[in-house]
């Protein structure tokens, strides 16, 4: 396996509890894959780059401190666990529509002593509240995501930022013509060098 060097690399303030959080993550994430797959099982080997540090683009482009988010379809807990650790200071809601993930993405939240993450087996559609961001990876298209979360967004404060940041790859002409809102696209190479990352984007859509 990978290690968290790689985090590291890119986050070199992180604290001691950070630093051990992140090194115990790949572990946990290696132990309950063999029991429930949230991850293909090649990509084990790679969850520092291809999870956790893929995860943690989102960091370099928004400062989610003191700020609540909704990670739709978290899987085993991508964006939102690794997320968590690197803002603890934030609030996360995990939804997942199968119940077996939110069994992982609540055991690694305890394991780590995450005490800013809720997990919920739970359709996004049903998903009661309001935060600053709604996150994504890997979910569906986006004019049918914005349909699930726009009533999920709101701000307290106009002049910060808020809205939907997910994670995509490839071309995505197609998939935003589909919708009429400004968004916002970022490459993730202007953040990490590794060849993985050239074909990775964050779209942000500001409500
Ligand atoms: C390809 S997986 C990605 C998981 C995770 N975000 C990741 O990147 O590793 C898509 C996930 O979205 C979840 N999902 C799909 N539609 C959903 C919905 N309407 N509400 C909640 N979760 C949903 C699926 O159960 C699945 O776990």
Do not use: C
Not at 21 to 46: C, M, P, T
Not at 113 to 119: H, I, M
Not at 184 to 190: A, G, P, R, T
């Amino acid at each position: 396996m990978d290690s968290s060097a790689i985090v590291e690399k890119y986050f070199p303030h992180l604290n001691a509890q950070q630093k051990a959080q992140f090194q115990e993550l790949g572990n946990l994430y290696a132990e309950w894959n063999e029991k429930i797959n949230v991850v293909s099982r090649k990509d084990i080997e790679h969850i520092y780059e291809k999870h956790i540090l893929h995860a943690l683009a989102i960091a370099k482009f928004q400062d989610l401190s003191g700020k609540k988010i909704l990670d739709v379809g978290t899987g085993g807990g991508f964006p939102g666990i690794p997320l968590a650790i690197m803002f603890p200071d934030a609030h996360f809601t995990l939804v997942d529509s199968i119940g077996k993930k939110i069994k992982v993405v609540k055991a690694v939240a305890e394991s780590l002593g995450l005490e800013n993450v809720e997990a919920f087996h739970q359709r996004a559609e049903k998903t009661k509240g309001k935060f600053d961001f709604v996150i994504s990876r890997a979910v569906t298209r986006m004019k049918g995501f914005i349909h699930w979360v726009i009533e999920k967004v709101h701000s307290d404060k106009p002049e910060e930022n808020s809205g939907i940041i997910a994670l995509k790859g490839g071309d995505l002409n197609e998939e935003m013509a589909e919708i009429k809102r400004m968004y916002q696209e970022v490459s993730i190479s202007d953040y990490f060098s590794e060849p993985f990352f050239e074909t990775k984007k964050i779209v942000f859509v500001p409500f």
